[in-house]
């Protein structure tokens, strides 16, 4: 058996090729399957917003937006299959929303950028 594991750059693909036995008239057989994928890492740090009671808003959570933490659509082409976290306040207020988007508590931080993970991780770079 061979199997190969790859990152593109939405979605994680596996290939796992077996032989058929020797002298098996069968041909080699593959199996495709996809992992969920990952958000890259936009910011290591939170991001401080006012927030309106009753507004609705759209926090991204795959890190391609260039409107950082907010949606601007980039999943759409860069993230099939992440959609952005939506939400509306109750009232008014000051948060610190995540932005390095490995939060266990979205849309808000919860210190997650501080463990080895985020700190090692490769900061997103935009390149279009
Ligand atoms: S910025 Fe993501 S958990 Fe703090």
């Known amino acids: ?4 594991l790859t990152k593109l750059p939405s979605r994680w693909i596996s290939l796992t090729f077996r032989q058929p036995p020797t002298g098996a008239t069968v041909a080699p057989k593959a199996n495709l399957s996809t992992a969920p994928p ?12 006012e927030l309106i009671g009753g507004k609705h808003y759209s926090w991204c959570s ?3 937006s260039r409107k950082q933490p907010f949606c601007d659509g980039a999943h759409k082409t860069r993230a099939q299959g992440m959609t952005p976290l939506r939400f509306v306040p109750e009232k008014d207020s ?11 508590n979205p849309p808000y931080c919860d ?14 770079e935009y390149t279009d």
């Open 1 to 4: 058996m061979i199997a190969f």
């Open 38 to 49: 990952e958000p890259v890492v936009p910011s290591k740090k939170p991001i401080k917003v």
């Open 62 to 64: 795959c890190g391609y």
């Open 94 to 104: 000051t948060v610190w929303l995540c932005g390095c988007k490995h939060t266990n």
């Open 111 to 124: 210190g997650t950028h501080k463990q080895d993970f985020i700190v090692s991780a490769p900061l997103h």
